[in-house]
């Protein structure tokens, strides 16, 4: 189920439950899908729903009652394959999401309101139905080691962030490493930015290091203003396979934290 170019697009002349004109006025499913979606379920066979789509949906029902949910997006020609294979097990997949998934418009901002509140995984405080760079794969990964070259640096540093990753399940798979830095407390800043990824693939029983290298722009925010600075003070660091707000939630995001100061200040060219 999901969406179509013919639903979605660019001042396109259509207008029916759910979109106008190609906008979207509602996350949802469209309704007649939702219905068929609930009445196959009420059949009490095991359910998995594959999406094409090519951007978010509020998939509540679904996610509260199918089995499992692959978010396949358009894949091309060869996408039935690709998603069989997943299906049989054949691989384990390792997809992330590049886009927040609300639960619903009442999350979002007003379209008319222009500041960045709420707006995307940087700035966004709610509970998301699955949040930016989320994915399952079929194995377990643990995250161990948070180590920082240097607790201090300057804003003409160059320093790196590492941790090791095991695969502590059975299947061999695919992991998404990635990087998030949170500067508590400074005005403007976001609170959370990806600052680096890496696609690692790891045997069962297999551990790797990876390592991220930050530098001046890596390392800088953007103030109410606009511009590009490098600001003093602690930067909080997590490495793991979701970003750091989903943590503690059922979507089961592993990753450790560590911590570096920076001890001076800079202003960045536009």
């Known amino acids: 189920m999901g969406l179509s170019p013919e639903l979605e697009g660019e001042e396109m ?8 004109g190609g906008d979207r006025t509602s996350l949802d499913l469209p309704a007649p ?8 379920y009420a059949a009490g066979k095991p359910v998995v729903l594959v999406l094409t789509n090519g951007s978010a949906l509020a998939v509540n029902w679904a996610n509260q009652h199918v089995s499992a949910i692959l978010e396949a997006w358009y894949p091309g020609e060869a996408g039935g394959t690709a ?36 707006r995307t995984y940087r700035y966004f405080n709610g509970d998301p139905l699955y949040p930016f760079g989320f994915g399952l794969t079929y194995t377990t ?75 001046d722009r890596d390392l800088s925010i953007v103030d109410a203003e606009g511009k590009r600075r490098i600001v003093s003070g602690t930067v909080d660091a997590w490495i793991g396979g979701g970003q ?25 060219p536009d």
């Open 244 to 268: 750091p707000s989903a943590t503690d939630s059922k979507n089961g995001t592993t990753g450790v934290r560590t911590q570096f100061k920076i001890t001076s200040a800079s202003t960045l």
């Open 83 to 118: 998603v069989a294979e997943v299906l049989a097990g054949d691989l384990s997949p390792a997809g992330r999401l590049p886009v927040t998934f609300y639960k619903n418009l009442e999350q979002l901002p007003a379209f008319e309101d222009y500041s960045m509140a709420n």
């Open 33 to 40: 899908q939702e219905q068929l979606l609930e009445h196959v």
């Open 141 to 215: 990964f643990q995250y161990s080691d948070p180590k920082v070259s240097s607790e201090s640096v300057t804003a003409d540093d160059t320093m790196t962030v590492s941790a090791e990753v095991s695969n502590r399940g059975a299947m061999d798979s695919d992991e998404v490493v990635q990087l998030y830095l949170t500067h508590p407390g400074v005005p403007g800043a976001a609170m959370r930015e990806l600052r680096g990824f890496q696609r690692i693939h790891l045997a069962r029983g297999q551990s790797k290091k990876v390592v991220f290298s930050l530098r």
């Open 13 to 20: 002349p259509i207008k029916v439950e759910g979109f106008s």
